[in-house]
């Protein structure tokens, strides 16, 4: 039985041994590795690209168009005509056509700046989208750091109650043999232990999980990449003025962005429909030639046929201007305008009732934070006085003072408030980063 012990003993440590060879990792190593390899950030970089390449004058139409054509043909064509005028025999064509053309509007209402303006806002919305993505996996991965920490922290706190369970074994066994213990007292401890290793190994691996699923945020290939996260729980809180973060909301918030920017770009809607009704003012100029070669039998006075090519060229081109005046296409540009109009007070709603959204969330959080920061110092408090308890009874037990049941109930104290003390931590840096994100500050 004392074998079996060891091996399970060896378990328990096999996970803190691995650990002294894993690759050291702060907050901050993890943060530059999410930004630099997460898929999602990277993905989303295409968006911002394709906006940027798309934003130029040329593709909001303030450029002319140029187009060069060319059209050759050949053609056989044997002739047997009714008409004594007509030339008989086989008519060989071979004709070359090239030309040049141009468009160029010179008048529109200002539709080209407004078009550039829509450009100019749809590549805003992707990098604040961008932004939203960044901020969102930063925090998921300084989430999911503090999740791993508290997951070993737990494991750590079971580990010891492990120990402690390994050595009343061993304290019972020798009291059985010399008559204090009765094997009841003996299998009720092994019960119990064998229970404790089963919360141990189910411990182990969430811990193994939640590296995976760091790994994983983090963008690595290997997803059981071995880490040792150096940071801790024990984060100093920050010094938050209440009026400043919320003004920061105000003016950094990246949903408030997005929003603010679409309505610009309602705002521009508007405009652009509005052109509809506006004379369009164009220039069109081209230039065209044409060669043309054939060979045909042709009568001579004597009555015979002589072959011969002829060869011919057409030449020229023209410049105008084009004036098209809308004047009546059954009431759709108003309906255009109109419904412009109503996107664009729609927008406005969706903007109030963002920033109502997150006035009431930026409260929310603020109240948290302080409230979690009072949690954790009566955890820290509560979890120093269970463990000052754990310590005395351990001694009371080895005294024959208290039975193995009340000290399994002062074990189970200790584990719950290390436990609680833990889960508050976490919570804290929860909310702080939260407060941080609401207020466009966690990428700083």
Known sequence: MKKLFSMLIMSTFSFSLLGQSYQSLTLSNAI????????????????????????????????????????????????????????????????????????????NGQRVRFRKE?????????????????????EEVIFQYYKVLLEQEKLNVLIKIQQNAEHRIQRIE???????????????????YFTDSINLVDQKLKVE?????????????????????????????LDLSASSVFDKVNTQNNQLGVINTQLR??????????????????????????????????????????????????????????????????????????????????KQLEQKKKKLELKKEFHQLFSNYHYNQEKVRIGYLSQKSAEENLQLSQEQLDLGSISVFDFRQVQNSYMNASLNYFTAQYE?????????????????
């Not at 934003?55 to 005509?81: C, D, M």
């Not at 749809?122 to 932004?131: G, T």
């Not at 941080?436 to 966690?442: H, M, P, T, Y």
């Open 209 to 237: 999980s939640d590296l995976q699923q760091l790994n994983y945020i983090l963008g690595e290939e290997d997803i059981n990449t071995p880490y040792q996260l150096t940071d801790s729980l024990e984060v100093p809180t």
């Open 428 to 444: 804290l840096i929860l909310s702080q980063v939260r407060l941080l994100k609401i207020s466009g500050e966690i990428l700083k």
């Open 32 to 107: 530059a590795k999410t930004l630099q390899n997460n898929y999602d950030i990277k993905i989303d970089q295409q968006e911002v690209s394709d906006a940027k390449q798309k934003n130029t004058w040329g593709n909001a139409g303030k450029l002319p168009q140029i187009n060069l054509s060319n059209n050759n043909r050949g053609t056989v064509q044997v002739n047997q005509p009714a008409s004594p005028f007509s030339l008989e025999g086989q008519n060989d064509n071979i004709q070359l056509d090239v030309g040049i053309d141009l468009q160029w509007t010179l008048f």
């Open 174 to 192: 020798k009291g059985v043999q010399l008559g204090e213990n009765s094997k009841f007292e003996l299998t009720r401890e092994k019960t119990t």
């Open 265 to 346: 770009q309602q705002q521009v809607n508007v405009q652009l429909s509005k052109t509809n009704k506006i004379p369009t003012v164009s220039l069109e100029s081209a230039y065209q030639g044409n060669l043309n070669w054939l060979t045909a039998d042709y009568p001579t006075i004597e009555g015979e046929l002589i072959t011969q090519t002829n060869k011919g060229h057409l030449y020229g081109g023209f410049i105008g201007i084009n004036v098209t005046v809308p004047v009546f296409n059954g009431g759709q540009n108003e309906r255009k305008i109109q419904s412009s109009k109503i996107q664009f007070h729609k």
């Open 118 to 138: 829509q450009l100019d806002n749809e590549e805003q919305l992707a990098l604040l989208r961008h932004q939203l993505i960044m901020e969102n996996k930063v």
